[in-house]
């Protein structure tokens, strides 16, 4: 199982990314796939999910400026950030969860400077 992260980089507040959580072996349509982000000095926390049936969750502080997708040919699960503010800055991880089993993939560096 491999879940490919990548699209990080370095943005000034106000901009955008968009990351990208591409999985191998297993099927976007078969697990929930969720984002989760690291600061420095601070505990992972999820940032958004969607589930097989497309419902998506997401914290309190990137409502209205994240959006969670997947394209289903792809195998792929999106995550557009706007309006990015210096404290989204974190390694952002994907997960993918079914039952008992979770896989993580490499965290993707993202930095927002004032």
């Known amino acids: 199982v491999q879940l490919q992260a990548s699209g990080g980089g370095l943005v000034q507040a106000g901009g955008s990314l968009r990351l990208t959580c591409a999985l191998s072996?297993?099927?976007?349509?078969?697990?929930?796939v969720g984002w989760y982000r690291q600061a420095p000095g601070k505990q992972r926390e999820l940032v958004a999910l969607?589930?097989?049936?497309?419902?998506?969750i997401y914290v309190d502080s990137v409502k209205g400026r994240f959006t969670i997708s997947r394209d289903v040919a792809k195998n792929t699960v999106y995550l557009q950030m706007n309006s990015l503010k210096p404290e989204d800055t974190a390694v952002y991880y994907c997960?993918?969860?079914?039952?008992?089993?979770?896989?993580w993939g490499h965290g993707t560096q993202v930095t927002v400077s004032s």
């Open positions: 969607i589930t097989p049936t497309t419902k998506t």
């Open positions: 072996t297993i099927s976007i349509n078969d697990y929930v």
């Open positions: 997960s993918a969860a079914s039952g008992r089993n979770q896989y």
